[in-house]
Nanobody, 115 residues
Framework: QVQLVESGGGFMQPGGSLRLSCAASGFTFSKYAMSWYRQAPGKERELVATCSSGDSTNYADSVKGRFTISRDNAKNTVYLQMNSLKPEDTAVYYC?????????WGQGTQVTVSS
C-alpha cells in the first residue's frame, strides 16, 4: 500500500538544473524520513539525500552544495532540487522510505546530464 512515484527527471546539459518530485501515499508521510537514492548503470544504488520528519537534512558529499532535499507534508511530496548538474549525476533516481523495518522504493526517474 505504500506508493512512491517519482517524476521530473529528464535530459539536462551540464550546469543545468532539475527538480525531482516524489508523490507518496499509503502511509503517514509527515512521520517518516524520506530519502533520494540514485543508481548509475553498473553501480550500486547510493544514498543522495535524506530529509527527516523534522526537516533535518543530510547529503552525500558528491552532491552537497548543489542538491537540496525538501518536503511538503501537506502535499505528501518530497523534492530534490538539483543544481549545477554534472555528467556524473546521470542515474536513475529513486525516492525511498522505511516503514516498520521495510524499505519502499518508487519506480525511479531517469536523469541524464550530457552535453
Amino acid at each position: 500500500q505504500v506508493q512512491l512515484v517519482e517524476s521530473g527527471g529528464g535530459f539536462m546539459q551540464p550546469g543545468g538544473s532539475l527538480r525531482l518530485s516524489c508523490a507518496a501515499s499509503g502511509f503517514t508521510f509527515s512521520k517518516y524520513a524520506m530519502s533520494w537514492y540514485r543508481q548509475a548503470p553498473g553501480k550500486e544504488r547510493e544514498l543522495v539525500a535524506t530529509c527527516s520528519s523534522g526537516d533535518s537534512t543530510n547529503y552525500a558529499d558528491s552532491v552537497k552544495g548543489r542538491f537540496t532535499i525538501s518536503r511538503d507534508n501537506a502535499k505528501n511530496t518530497v523534492y530534490l532540487q538539483m543544481n549545477s548538474l554534472k555528467p556524473e549525476d546521470t542515474a536513475v533516481y529513486y525516492c525511498g522510505t522505511t516503514r516498520w523495518g521495510k524499505r519502499y522504493w518508487g519506480q525511479g526517474t531517469q536523469v541524464t546530464v550530457s552535453s
